[in-house]
Each structure stands twice: as C-alpha cells, then as structure tokens.
C-alpha cells in the first residue's frame, strides 16, 4: 500500500511541476507575443535572422514600459510590441510624412493600413517624423525604453544619425535605455561607403550616441551573421530580404542569409 501511495505522491509532484512550466510558460507575454498567429507570416518567417525574443529581452523590455519605436517601416516589430505592451504599457513609434511623395508616401500609407486593421493595434502612438528631425518625438524623459531596427544608415546618408539619436536621448526618463539594431560595416570603412552601402560600422553609432549623452551598457552578437563580408554590388540590399539583383546569383545570397548586425543597448 505505501508503494501505491509513494507512486501516487510522485504522480501529483510530477503534475505539479509540468503544471508549474506551463504556468510559467503562459507568463512569459514577449514570447506569447513572438508566438503570435496574427502577425503577418512572411514577417514571422524571418525570426531567424532577427530574432525578436532574444532582441527585445537584450533590451530589457517589459510589459509596463512606454516604448517609443523610431522609423517604424512595415511594422515588423509593432506586430511584436503591440500585442506585448497593449495592457498595461504604451507604443509610440515615428514613421514618415504622409503628406510626402514617392516611397515615403507610400510606406507611411501602408503602415497606417495596417495599424488600423487590427484592434491590437489601437493604442498606438503614430508620430510624424522629418529627418533630419524638425520637432521633439514625445515629451521630454516620458519614455522608459527607445528602439530602433535598422535605421541608422538611413539616417548617416541624410547627416542626421546624431539628431536622432540626440531626440531618442530627450525622449527618454533618466535611467531608460537605448536599444539599436544595424547593418554592421567592418572597422575602418570610409564615410562613403557607409552612406551609399546600407552598412554602418559599431564604432561609428558607439561614438554618435556617447556624442549626445548615452553611456554604452551592453553589446551583443545575436543578430550576428559571419557570413555576411558587406562587399555586395547593391549593398546590403543585395541580400535578402530585398534582392536588389533579383535572380542574379540569388542562391548565394540566400545561403548568405540577412546582414551582419551589431545590436547594442545605452543608457541615458
């Protein structure tokens, strides 16, 4: 009888903890919110290169935060943020001018789109954003955290890369962090090379963001990619996901996968 008893006891410590790991499991809202069957399939496919839940996590995100997303694009990471910050915290993000032309126009056009589509995204902030900036992006120390995916090349080409970052530094609480993804160009490459290829090098976006105040935390190689030597005829959009060159020597450049990227975090 006491064996049945100490099978049973084991049964119940066994169900107890494999409930526990669910529990905790169904906790963990970033990865819910990673996880999500709503976003968009040919975004979700690319976790691999971009690898949200490790990205945000490195950010030291939380679902209480205000986040302010700069140069929001298609929206690949509001589908993430939206969904994560929704109850209990706030997204902003700048996009561009609707009353701009051409690409610009169009983007922007897209992104309210899809912003108004869904209801999980119903709380967002959408700030019009010049660059290089003309306005302040929020209130001054009225963001917990700011994050920006692949933009800093965008804005070196426009010499506004210092204007910005000096806006994410207004935006943010004392304390609050700092959170940059970028197309990484090797050490020692020429001011136009970075402009015209896509690439920016680490010690280039370290030193503009000390510049404007930021203190370096933290650097990581998950959005690393070694495969990537940045010596593309059409710059990093050669690779994919954009394949400037279309069909030409398209499986090597998939073997490639997205670019080499630094993701580094700052605290103001």
């Keep these: 009888m006491r064996n049945i008893y100490q099978i049973l006891g084991l049964s119940i410590i066994a169900f107890s903890f494999s409930t526990n790991i669910e529990s905790a499991h169904h906790e963990d809202a970033l990865l819910d919110a990673v996880s999500n069957p709503e976003r968009n399939v040919k975004y979700s496919a690319r976790d691999n290169f971009r690898n949200p839940y490790e990205t945000l996590s490195f950010f030291k995100i939380e679902p209480t935060m205000h986040v302010l997303e700069l140069a929001a694009g298609g929206g690949w990471y509001t589908e993430i943020l939206a969904p994560y910050l929704k109850k209990n915290g706030k997204l902003s993000v700048t996009h561009y001018n609707p009353e701009g032309s051409g690409y610009y126009k169009r983007s922007r056009e897209a992104y309210d789109q899809k912003v108004a589509s869904n209801p999980l995204f119903d709380d967002i902030t959408v700030i019009t954003a010049e660059t290089p900036p003309t306005q302040a992006f929020t209130k001054p120390e009225t963001q917990d955290l700011v994050v920006t ?5 965008n804005w070196l080409a426009r010499d506004a890369m210092k204007s910005v970052m000096q806006e994410a530094y207004n935006s943010l ?4 962090h700092f959170g940059v993804v970028e197309h990484r160009a090797p050490e020692g490459s020429s001011m136009e090379f970075m402009r015209s290829s896509g690439y920016v090098s680490q010690s280039l976006a370290i030193e503009t963001a000390l510049a404007v105040g ?12 070694p495969m990537d030597t940045a010596d593309h005829p059409k710059g990093v959009w050669t690779l994919p996901p954009s394949y400037r060159l279309k069909d030409q020597d398209r499986s090597k450049y998939e073997e490639i996968g997205e670019s080499d990227r630094m993701t580094l975090l700052f605290e103001k």
């Design 173 to 176: 609480k004392v304390g609050g």
């Design 214 to 225: 930021f203190k370096l935390i933290a650097t990581s190689e998950i959005n690393a990619n």
């Design 149 to 153: 995916f692949r933009n800093l090349h």
